[in-house]
């Protein structure tokens, strides 16, 4: 099938603002565009069909459009049916799957739409949920410069390094990965009160995850290919923290389970948090990833 790149496209600004991503996503790849538009018949019977096929389409083409590198090929699909469903089946066995943040029927309150949350949950593979720009945030930058992983002991977050590594050398980008750790205890008075008879050594158990975050980064630094690379360990709410790292990053790159997710969970609270609220694009890659971006 080769290397592809889907995007799923409904006229939105959001939707607008992934295809520009995508495309210099495919265009890095040497790999296909696919732009997949969705429609579903209303509820007025088969005259109405043809009416918001033909509005599909229209948005679709004055989207594609506005692509700058006509040396990236392009497959442009309409296809009737629930857009979520739609998207991800597309989306089967490609390289990446970029959505917008909101559809057309987003609510504005609402920072993640129905679709793109569908995306995040189920897609197979890499999703890249990007958002139309912030006026009160830097530009969007892309490709990215500067990406922004998170990290934990799962495997997730191996996966997820690997895959920012991969990316990174694809864009000749820099990754921070970035390690959150909340002491399980902290908040608990009653622990806290009867803590010395348990001898808590914080600095002990800190200095276990620094040899942690070294011994992860060690196992991937062969996927660096010369990406430059650091490492930082704070405290904090991971999802918290990580959005508000974002805003100073062009990508934020979550596993999508962490080693807090039960084995039945589809993703983790800190990825679907991010996902929500971080202030820029944000890539969360599954678990079952196996390619790295340009294999």
Not at 21 to 43: D, I, K, N, P, Y
Not at 176 to 196: I, M, S, T
Not at 277 to 286: D, R, Y
Request: with cysteine; charged share 20%; net charge negative.
């Amino acid at each position: 099938m080769g290397h592809r790149v889907v995007v799923g496209l409904d006229g939105s600004p959001s939707s607008r603002a992934a295809l520009r991503w995508a495309e210099a996503e495919a265009q890095a790849r040497h790999a296909q565009l696919v732009a997949v538009t969705a429609w579903q018949r209303g509820h007025r019977g088969l005259e109405a069909a043809d009416s918001l096929e033909a509005q599909a389409r229209a948005a679709q083409t004055a989207a594609l459009s506005q692509l700058t590198e006509a040396s990236v090929p392009i497959e442009a699909n309409l296809v009737e049916g629930a857009p979520a469903a739609v998207v991800c089946s597309e989306a089967a066995g490609a390289d990446l799957l970029v959505v917008g943040a909101r559809g057309r029927g987003g609510f504005e309150r609402l920072l993640l739409g129905s679709v793109s949350t569908a995306c995040v949950r189920h897609a197979r593979g890499p999703v890249i949920v990007v958002r139309t720009p912030d006026p009160q945030l830097p530009t969007l930058q892309v490709p990215p410069r500067r990406i922004l992983v998170g990290v934990d002991g799962s495997d997730g977050a191996a996966t997820a390094l690997r895959w920012s590594l991969a990316e990174a050398h694809l864009h000749g980008a820099t990754v921070h990965a970035l390690w959150v750790w909340r002491d399980p205890y902290e908040g608990d008075l009653a622990f806290e009160l009867q803590a010395p008879r348990f001898h808590v050594d914080h600095a002990r158990a800190l200095a276990a995850i620094e040899e942690r975050l070294e011994a992860l980064v060690s196992a991937q630094r062969h996927e660096a290919a010369g990406v430059p690379i650091s490492t930082e360990i704070v405290g904090g709410v991971p999802s918290e923290v990580l959005c508000a790292r974002a805003a100073h990053a062009d990508l934020l790159v979550v596993g999508r389970r962490g080693t807090g997710s039960l084995t039945d969970f589809l993703i983790g609270s800190v990825a679907l948090a991010c996902a929500h609220h971080a202030p820029g694009p944000v890539a969360v890659v599954p678990l079952a990833t196996t390619q790295s971006p340009g294999d």
